[in-house]
């Protein structure tokens, strides 16, 4: 796939190259599973910059036990995790799922980025957000795929502010990557034309999941992210180099939960990324699993393997 590009406007933003809308996508069959297109549940929030960026919000139907903060992958956003959250929901937590500014719902500045401490600072503001109303409530951070390198970024960017931290196949050893020949354009074009668009190499759906309905679903729906800005792409290798000095400062207790089959992460480096981490990591593999576990069967342990872990470690 080539190079894509659309300037900016005089103003120096940029307008999305996607044309993205907050309403329902076209619904692709999923062999009899729930879609996940939920709108009714959309919370907005004013980061410190003046950006507003959409979030899911899931209650429980009482007293909620702890909080369950989420962040989604470089590709995808809230709304494929809808059928997870309901479940987490339903077993007495009260959970928020955060779409990422620039991707998802988000329209403002479509793919882009100031830089990667920008889009910590995003979560870490939400999180003293809940902070604020019954701060007793233990916070869980759950980091998905790209999302993943959030979540271990936040303790080293703002430590103390959650109990926990829950990465479902994390992208901090991708197998997939920009080629090197795009890299440097990459590398230029940040200096140069910093909202130059290039394409995210995860836009094969059987990357996610082997389910033919769920990657119908991803090659069809209409809020998945496919271009990003040389801005933002920078900023995520400069991510990369970022975590090498946090993981040391990973000190909250921390679940690891791998697919066997995963096409996107290198497993065992992940794993023993997750090594240098202050803390015990507490890991789960699933032989069969790919690297989507939100599109595994139904009857899938792994939500209630998080939930159990949970209120074993964090103490709820």
């Known amino acids: 796939m080539g190079d894509e590009e659309k300037p900016g406007p005089a103003s120096g933003g940029h307008e999305p190259p996607e044309s993205i809308k907050p309403s329902p996508p076209t619904q692709p069959d999923?062999?009899?599973?729930?879609p996940p297109a939920r709108l009714?549940?959309?919370?907005?929030?004013?980061?410190?910059?003046?950006?507003?960026?959409?979030?899911?919000?899931f209650a429980p139907p009482g007293v909620p036990k702890a909080r369950l903060v989420f962040v989604h992958g470089i590709r995808s956003h809230g709304g494929w995790y809808t059928r997870s959250c309901d479940r987490f929901a339903a077993a007495?937590?009260?959970?928020?799922?955060?779409?990422?500014?620039?991707?998802?719902?988000?329209?403002?500045?479509?793919?882009?980025?100031?830089?990667?401490r920008r889009l910590i600072d995003d979560v870490a503001e939400f999180v003293q957000h809940?902070?604020?109303?019954?701060?007793?409530?233990?916070?869980?951070?759950?980091?998905?795929?790209?999302?993943?390198?959030?979540?271990?970024?936040?303790p080293y960017r703002r430590p103390g502010l959650i109990d926990g931290l829950v990465l479902l196949c994390p992208g901090l050893v991708p197998k997939v990557a920009p080629p090197f020949a795009r890299r440097m354009r990459i590398a230029v074009a940040r200096v140069f034309r910093p909202w130059k668009f290039f394409p995210i190499p995860l836009n094969e759906p059987d990357l996610f999941t082997a389910s033919a309905g769920w990657q119908k679903?991803?090659?069809?729906?209409?809020?998945?992210?496919?271009?990003?800005?040389?801005?933002?792409?920078?900023?995520?290798?400069?991510?990369?180099?970022?975590?090498r000095r946090?993981?040391?400062?990973?000190?909250?207790?921390?679940?690891?939960?791998?697919?066997?089959?995963?096409?996107?992460?290198?497993?065992?480096?992940?794993?023993?990324?997750?090594?240098?981490?202050?803390t015990a990591v507490s890991m789960i593999d699933y032989p069969g699993a790919h690297h989507t576990l939100e599109?595994?069967?139904?009857?899938?342990?792994?939500?209630?393997?998080?939930?159990?872990?949970?209120?074993?470690?964090?103490?709820?």
């Not at 999923?30 to 729930?34: E, P």
């Not at 990422?100 to 100031?114: I, V």
């Not at 809940?130 to 007793?136: E, F, N």
């Not at 009857?299 to 949970?310: A, F, K, M």
């Open 130 to 154: 809940l902070r604020a109303d019954r701060g007793w409530l233990p916070i869980v951070l759950g980091g998905i795929s790209w999302g993943g390198k959030l979540a271990v970024g936040l």
């Open 30 to 34: 999923l062999g009899g599973l729930t």
């Open 295 to 316: 599109f595994e069967p139904e009857g899938h342990p792994w939500v209630e393997d998080v939930r159990r872990w949970i209120e074993r470690r964090v103490g709820c």
């Open 92 to 116: 007495g937590f009260e959970v928020y799922f955060l779409d990422r500014r620039g991707s998802g719902l988000n329209t403002a500045h479509r793919g882009d980025c100031p830089n990667f």
């Open 217 to 243: 679903y991803i090659a069809e729906e209409s809020h998945g992210l496919r271009l990003a800005t040389a801005r933002f792409l920078f900023s995520s290798f400069s991510l990369d180099i970022y975590l």
């Open 246 to 278: 946090a993981a040391r400062r990973v000190k909250v207790p921390t679940l690891l939960l791998l697919g066997g089959h995963d096409r996107i992460i290198g497993n065992e480096q992940t794993r023993l990324f997750a090594g240098r981490f202050g």
């Open 40 to 57: 009714d549940l959309l919370g907005r929030f004013r980061a410190s910059d003046g950006y507003e960026f959409y979030y899911r919000h």
